[in-house]
């Protein structure tokens, strides 16, 4: 049987018994969801393991996962029929919330803020109760139950972004944290050039609730598949300071592992702005994520 530090070296070398690294083409297609659903509230034991005390099956578990983040596995938590009913209507209601809002002001809105708009416009209409039940559910759910691992920034729902301490920038519809990320980001401009954009930045909880339930409906309701691209509300670090950057012109491959083939991220590795939240082949359960710059101080 391989030993550990072995198998460390040979994820280091991008094969894990024979098995190389799946080309992003095939990775980012859409498969079947197996029929096996399980509930949300049905924590299982395996994925409450932490990356210190995986075993070398479970860590090539943990790879084949982020690999293959867009297929469904074994051990997914996936929403029963009626939950996935439920945040389809979630989701409509935040986009009408985001169009009456417009989309810049929608990354810093708060939770309580968001529902005092929504209550006084019958553009959007009031969360129901059952709505508000099912958002609170998901916020305090333990996210390594989706197999997702990563740190919690945001305790509470109603946690939100100040304002004063935020600052638009310039053509991106995006804002950043004044001080540390600010800096960076221009530094970067400064040193990469004017190929290099701001393609997000911070992120209210109500931002990532968007983001991560429009995953979850497009994965069919399994919510280690969406969280596996995108962190489950509380747990972004846009929220708190780090922030995306692409190559002008290249739309949504920015966001893909294409992005760590282009001028731009090249040049920023050369510069030395490379230092990866998510890097390749990480154990936090999230896909590479070459675009995500993270703030030191964060």
């Given at each position: ?47 409450k ?29 996936v ?18 919330l ?39 559910e ?13 740190h919690?920034?945001f ?90 950057v ?53």
């Open positions: 049987m391989m030993q550990r530090r072995t198998f460390i070296r040979a994820l280091a070398a991008g094969v894990v018994g024979g098995m190389a690294t799946t080309p992003a083409s095939a990775v980012e297609r859409m498969v079947p969801l197996p029929r096996a659903r399980k509930t949300v509230l049905q924590p299982r034991v395996w994925q393991i932490s990356q210190a005390s995986m075993d070398e099956q479970q860590v090539q578990q943990a790879v084949e996962r982020i690999r293959n983040f867009n297929q469904p596995h074994r051990g997914d938590t929403l029963p029929w009626a939950k996935v009913r439920l945040l389809k209507k979630v989701n409509r209601r935040f986009t009408r985001e169009q009456w809002v417009g989309h810049a002001n929608f990354h810093l809105l708060g939770f309580d803020e968001a529902l005092k708009i929504s209550r006084n416009s019958s553009r959007v209409g009031a969360f129901t109760k059952q709505e508000l039940d099912f958002l609170e998901l916020f305090h759910h333990d996210a390594s139950d989706y197999g997702f691992l990563g919690k920034p305790s509470q729902l109603t946690d939100e972004v100040p304002r004063k301490e935020v600052s638009k920038q310039p053509y991106t519809g995006n804002f950043l944290y004044r001080g540390d990320p600010v800096r960076m980001y221009n530094r970067i401009r400064r040193d990469v050039g004017d190929k290099v954009v701001l393609t997000s930045g911070v992120r209210s909880v109500i931002k990532q609730f968007r983001l991560f339930l429009a995953k979850a409906e497009e994965s069919g309701g399994n919510l280690s598949m969406a969280s596996r691209s995108l962190a489950p509300p509380g747990y972004s670090f846009h929220g708190i300071g780090d922030f995306d692409g190559q002008v012109g290249y739309g949504a491959y920015n966001f893909t592992a294409r992005f760590a083939t282009t001028e731009v991220f090249r040049r920023l590795r050369d510069l030395g702005y490379v230092d990866l939240r998510y890097p390749e082949d990480n154990l936090l359960g999230v896909r590479f994520e070459p675009w995500h710059v993270k703030v030191r101080s964060t």
